[in-house]
């Protein structure tokens, strides 16, 4: 599993079937829990969703896309 140091710079997009609903760039994360976390606070409004996670890291540059369900 990739890992996210808070000095990392990480670029964010989530999508819903292929819309854009959120795009961000972000740094002082310590762990993909804590983004989660903050990313349920943004989008609270799509809980029960499948949404697509695009998680860039450009500081190790890794990147990932995942499937998650967002629940309340």
Known sequence: MAK???T???????????NRLLQLSVSGIT???E???????MLHQYDGK?????LRNSTQGWSRENQ?????
């Open 4 to 6: 996210i140091s808070i």
């Open 8 to 18: 990392d710079k990480l670029f964010v997009t989530v999508l819903d079937r292929g």
């Open 31 to 33: 762990s993909l829990k």
């Open 35 to 41: 983004l989660m976390q903050q990313l349920h606070e």
């Open 50 to 54: 499948l949404l697509t996670l695009q």
């Open 68 to 72: 998650m369900l967002f629940a309340a």
